[in-house]
C-alpha cells in the first residue's frame, strides 16, 4: 500500500473513531483461514462511514492476513480505481472474490450495493440485500465462513429523502453505470443534491456509530445459497434492530 494513502486510510479510520465516537462489539473469535466479511451500507458509495467503521473493526480484530474489499465498479468508471486498489479495494465480481481467496486474504462484500447505500432516512435501520445471494454462493463455493458486520447510525449523517430508483431507471444508469438509485438529499456542504452526495465527499453530521462483529457462521447442511443469504440477512437485521431500539438519531 502507498505510505500516502496508508496514513489517509488511517486518518480517515481515526476521525471515525473519534468524531463519530465509534463503539465496536465483537460476537467472534479467532479465525483459521479467510473468511467472507459481509457488511451493511450506512449511506454512499465511495464515501460511506460503514466502510471505514467497517475498516476500524478489522483493525481490532488484528487479522493475520490481507484483506480485500470488493467496491462498486463505479470507482474505476469515475477514475478513481487505482487509488482504492491501493487501499486493498478490487471492483465487486465474484472473479475478484475467487482470485482474493486464492492468494489467502480475507475478503469484505457489501451486497446491498446501491439499493443499500442510497436508502431513503425512513429506511436507515434496514439492511436492504434486494434479494442477492451471489455471497452466500462465494462463500459456499470457496468452502470459507461468514462473518457478519453490522454497523448502525450512519444513516443519520445527513436527510436522505428519496432514493431517487425511478429517476435512476429513467435516465438509465442503471444501464450505463450498473446504479439503481439516485439518492435526493440534504447534507453539508451541498445543501439539496441530486445523486452527487455519496460519490462526492460530504461532511457528516457528528451521529454515534456502533459497530458490532458477529459470529462466523457455515451453511448448513444441504442449505443453498438462497436460505444461506436469507440467515445471514436476518441475523443481520435483527442485530441492527437491538442495536437501534430505542435510539436517539445523532446521540445514539
Known sequence: MDKALGAFRRRAIEFVRRYNR???????????????????????????LNVLATGAALEDLALDRPVTFLTHQLAWTLGVGPLVEQLGARPA??????????????VVVFPGGDLDAFKPFSDRNQVIFGGRSGFARLALEQQVPIVPVVTAGAGESLLVLADGERLARVLRLD???????????????????????GLLPYLPLPTKLRTRVLPATQARPGEDAELFAKRIHTAM??????MTDNRRPLIG
Open 175 to 197: 444501464k450505463l453505470f450498473r446504479m439503481k438509485a439516485l439518492p435526493i438529499s440534504l447534507s453539508l456542504p451541498w445543501g439539496l443534491s441530486v445523486g452527487g452526495v
Open 93 to 106: 465480481s465474484h472473479e475478484s472474490a475467487r482470485q482474493a481467496f486464492e492468494e489467502g486474504h480475507h
Open 22 to 48: 465509534l463503539q465496536i462489539d465483537f460476537e467472534t473469535e479467532t479465525f483459521n483461514g479467510p473468511v467472507l466479511f459481509v457488511a451493511n451500507h450506512g449511506f454512499g458509495g465511495i464515501f460511506d
Open 237 to 242: 437485521q435483527d442485530a441492527l434492530t437491538e
